[in-house]
C-alpha cells in the first residue's frame, strides 16, 4: 500500500489533514480534513515541492509530470494536481468531500500519485 500526507497549518488559522492512499495499482483515495476557510470556494491542488516556507510561491507548480495545460478535474486535459474546488459553508467547513468522485479521474490520477512518491509534494488550499 502506498501512502501520503499533507498536514496543513497556516498563519491565517487554516489547518487540516490531507490523506493520500492506494493499494496496489488501485485507484488513489483523497480524504481528510480542513477547517479555519473563510466562506466560498477554494481551490485544491497537489504542488510539485514540498516546500511550504513561502507559502504558494514556494510550492513550485501543479504537479503535471505530463506536461498538460490547466483544466478541471473532469477535463482529460489538466495538471494531475489540479483537484478542482471545494465549497467552504459559513461555519468555516467543506461541505463536500475533498476528493473527486468520478472513478475515471481517480483511476488517471492513481498513476500520477504512484510517480509523485518519489517527491516530495504539498496539498495547497487556497
Request: with cysteine.
Given at each position: 500500500?502506498?501512502k501520503g500526507v499533507a498536514?496543513?497549518?497556516?498563519?491565517?488559522?487554516?489547518?487540516?489533514?490531507?490523506?493520500?492512499?492506494?493499494?496496489?495499482?488501485?485507484?488513489?483515495?483523497?480524504?481528510?480534513?480542513?477547517?479555519?476557510?473563510?466562506?466560498?470556494?477554494?481551490?485544491?491542488?497537489?504542488?510539485?515541492?514540498?516546500?511550504?516556507?513561502?507559502?504558494?510561491?514556494?510550492?513550485?507548480?501543479h504537479f503535471n509530470p505530463?506536461?498538460?495545460?490547466?483544466?478541471?478535474?473532469?477535463?482529460?486535459n489538466r495538471h494531475a494536481?489540479?483537484?478542482?474546488?471545494?465549497?467552504?459553508?459559513?461555519?468555516?467547513?467543506?461541505?463536500?468531500?475533498?476528493?473527486?468522485?468520478?472513478?475515471?479521474?481517480?483511476?488517471?490520477?492513481?498513476?500520477?500519485?504512484?510517480?509523485?512518491?518519489?517527491?516530495?509534494?504539498?496539498?495547497?488550499?487556497?
Amino acid at each position: 500500500m502506498a501512502k501520503g500526507v499533507a498536514v496543513l497549518n497556516s498563519s491565517e488559522g487554516v489547518t487540516g489533514t490531507i490523506f493520500f492512499t492506494q493499494e496496489g495499482d488501485g485507484v488513489t483515495t483523497v480524504s481528510g480534513t480542513v477547517s479555519g476557510l473563510k466562506p466560498g470556494l477554494h481551490g485544491f491542488h497537489v504542488h510539485a515541492l514540498g516546500d511550504t516556507t513561502n507559502g504558494c510561491m514556494s510550492t513550485g507548480p501543479h504537479f503535471n509530470p505530463d506536461g498538460k495545460t490547466h483544466g478541471a478535474p473532469e477535463d482529460a486535459n489538466r495538471h494531475a494536481g489540479d483537484l478542482g474546488n471545494i465549497t467552504v459553508g459559513d461555519d468555516g467547513m467543506p461541505s463536500q468531500h475533498l476528493y473527486p468522485s468520478s472513478q475515471a479521474y481517480l483511476e488517471l490520477f492513481c498513476i500520477k500519485f504512484r510517480y509523485s512518491l518519489k517527491f516530495d509534494f504539498a496539498v495547497l488550499v487556497v
